[in-house]
């Protein structure tokens, strides 16, 4: 968009790439006019329905243009399905958010604020990388999208209500005192009262135990599944049923046994709940490889080199595998080729967790691993370079050297396209708090688009705002 002929920016915070701009100039992007200004938007969603709009500028006396106003007549009903990431989104009253449109030869995106018939612009920015490509994006719906929030880090607050909206399962981590009590952590109780209500319909809230920083050891397993359902049924009381805490994800490292999380898995999902875990990726042999058609030395670990989690897998207690692809260290697998620091890892680990999945586990072990057909999975990725540890897809890691997220993002979710998840399985991100707050203590990713991730790889609705090419 010109400098010269379209009014200053209003706000200073600006919306690149959008959660849709393809490559190519897709049908449901907009075009702008390179000399009349007129707005033509192919594509606009407002509640669950689509429609075509004309917009015509209105120039100041100085012939600047900051406001455009409804053509009369214009709006029409669209044959676009309204999950298409390309259209523009208008929520009344407050914006309508423009993810691509075409002008000057460039893509676009652009912020305007809704007083119907006039929208007023907010910000704008070009919708691309730095060497002009745009950016490939996951369609709507094609994947089960698993995210979780650190619900007791202040960032949590910076994430915004397209974030919470865009995952299919939201994860709160994680349950500290809750597994001594039978009242949740009050942070966490907090968080999931502010946040659930701006999930999407139809989908689920977890709460997770465990994590880096999580128990290395749990002596009783009966009292924490006591402990953690009256915490959840408590909580649960007070929010309305669509709401409410479904599932407990056992997200368990520090080399927790094979028993102790067969236990809490068949615990918890004999009281009523869904079962997820959140294992570590390893394999046996040396150099430590993985043939994805014939993956029997993979192990799903929660430290150092067992396959603690295979059992719990086998037994049927467990309905999702949010696998953690990242942060296993150099050289500890490679699958297919391809290791946590490339993005052709996703189409392989898929390729591998598909050729252990079977009709029935029954006498399996759990190891080799066996994978009932009825459990889904989701292959885990850090958000943001900051939100991963030294071996992940945003490399290298040092802070000290610049990468371009938005290249990242792109190629990564052309791996996703074409990766066999079956329409069932999907991708899992650590953390949205980071997603969100990309250079905000302790993540200080002074590279990453706020919001790359859920806009690209999840659909979100609100546009990403990337930094300056380095």
């Known amino acids: 968009m010109k400098h010269f002929r379209i009014f200053c920016l209003l706000v200073t915070s600006v919306f ?12 449901a992007c907009g075009t702008l006019g390179d ?36 053509q009369a007549g214009s709006v029409k009903s669209a044959s676009f ?50 060497v002009g490509n745009s950016l490939a994006t996951v369609p709507a719906g094609s994947i089960l999208r698993v995210a979780y929030v650190d619900a007791f880090s202040p960032t949590f607050a910076d994430i915004p209500d397209a974030g919470f909206a865009a995952p299919d399962i939201l994860i709160y981590a994680f349950v500290y005192s809750g597994l001594t009590s039978k009242v949740l952590d009050p942070l966490l109780i907090k968080a999931i009262k502010s ?55 056992l997200d368990l490292e520090n080399s927790i046994s094979a028993a102790t999380i067969s236990a809490l898995a068949a615990g918890f999902k004999q009281a009523g709940f869904l079962v997820s875990i959140a294992p570590q990726l390893f394999a046996t042999g040396w150099p430590i490889v993985v043939n994805p058609s014939d993956p029997s030395n993979l192990y799903l670990t929660s430290g150092e080199t067992l396959n603690q989690y295979g059992a719990a897998l086998a037994s049927g207690k467990v309905d999702y595998i949010f696998v953690q692809a990242y942060n296993n260290g150099p050289g500890a697998i490679k699958i297919g080729g391809c290791d946590e620091t490339q993005t052709c890892l996703v189409g392989q680990l898929a390729t591998a967790l598909n050729s252990l999945t079977k009709d029935s586990c029954a006498g399996s072990t759990g190891t080799p691993l066996c994978i009932p057909s009825t459990t889904r999975y989701a292959i885990g990725l850090p958000s943001i370079r900051g939100a991963a540890g030294e071996y992940s897809i945003w490399q290298p890691y040092s802070v000290a050297v610049s990468y371009e997220d938005q290249n990242i993002l792109s190629a990564l979710a052309v791996e996703i396209n074409k990766a066999p998840l079956n329409g069932k399985n999907g991708i899992m991100t650590w953390v949205l708090n980071a997603d969100y707050s990309p250079a905000k203590d302790p ?28």
């Open 16 to 27: 690149v790439g959008g959660s849709g701009v393809a490559f190519g100039h897709d049908a």
């Open 81 to 130: 399905v309204p999950g298409n990431n390309n259209c523009a989104n208008f929520n009344p009253g407050v914006s309508l958010a423009v993810r691509c449109v075409l002008h000057d030869g460039a893509l676009w995106s652009a912020e305007f604020g809704a007083n119907y018939p006039v929208f007023d612009l907010r910000s704008y920015a070009k919708a691309v990388d730095n």
């Open 35 to 70: 000399e009349d200004l007129i707005l033509t938007l192919p594509c606009v969603v407002s509640g669950d329905k689509a429609y075509s709009a004309t917009l015509l500028p209105i120039k100041r006396p100085d012939g600047n243009v900051g406001k455009w106003t409804l």
């Open 195 to 249: 946040a659930a209500p701006k999930q999407s319909a139809g989908s689920k809230t977890f709460i997770s135990i465990g994590g880096q920083n999580g128990p290395s050891a749990i002596t009783n397993t009966a009292t924490v599944v006591s402990n953690v359902s009256a915490g959840i049924k408590a909580l649960n009381d007070t929010l309305p049923k669509a709401n409410q805490v479904v599932g407990v994800d």
């Open 443 to 470: 993540y200080n990713d002074s590279y990453a688009c706020t919001g790359g991730f859920s806009s690209v790889v999840f659909g979100a609705t609100q546009a990403m705002s990337c930094p300056a090419p380095p």
